[in-house]
């Protein structure tokens, strides 16, 4: 699959929703939150056309029957994918449809912090936003690039905003 990387779409909001609803249809009411994250999260951001979706549960192992459903929706269970503490599920639309990642973790991980961390910081901080997509349209532009080359080269901007996203949030949840 060839990265590239996609203007802002206002819709992809619109196919979080429905994706949203598809899913939590498809496992036991309660069973998690899900929310939209990534760059397709944040107005106005270049991103990878790749709706990024967070699921919060109570304990990872609730998820661990709903392979079968959630691959009834078209999503592979890729396990942890190299991330312990996580579920990984991936969906591949095709054409000119987005896929969706899946990534799940339970509620005392501190992974959802910093994805909603992330994402709320660069929604609300149009500067930083700005150098993000900044970043991530040089290293396109600077010619083929794999998926570990492209995510290793955004690493320590993504680790310096998360961090202080991170101090942000709390901040302002004091």
Known sequence: MTLRLAPHDPRWHAMFNAERT???GALEAGT???????????PG???????????????????????????RLG??????HGL?????????????????????YGARSPHPERHLAF???????????AAYGKLKSRLM???????????????KFVTDVE???IQWMRSRAS
């Open 22 to 24: 598809a899913i939590l």
């Open 32 to 42: 998690l939150s899900l929310h939209h994250i990534g760059s397709t999260a944040v």
């Open 45 to 71: 951001l270049v991103a990878k056309p790749i709706i990024d979706i967070l699921g919060v549960v109570k304990n990872l192992t609730m998820l661990d029957g709903a392979n079968g459903r959630l691959e």
């Open 75 to 80: 999503y592979a269970a890729l396990g942890s």
């Open 84 to 104: 312990d503490g996580r579920r990984y599920f991936r969906k591949r639309d095709g054409g000119d449809h987005p896929g969706f990642h899946l990534h799940c």
């Open 119 to 129: 994402r709320d910081f660069l929604r609300v901080h149009p500067d930083e936003a």
């Open 141 to 155: 532009a600077e010619g083929p690039i794999s998926r570990a080359d492209y995510a290793g080269a955004k690493a």
């Open 163 to 165: 961090r202080r996203a």
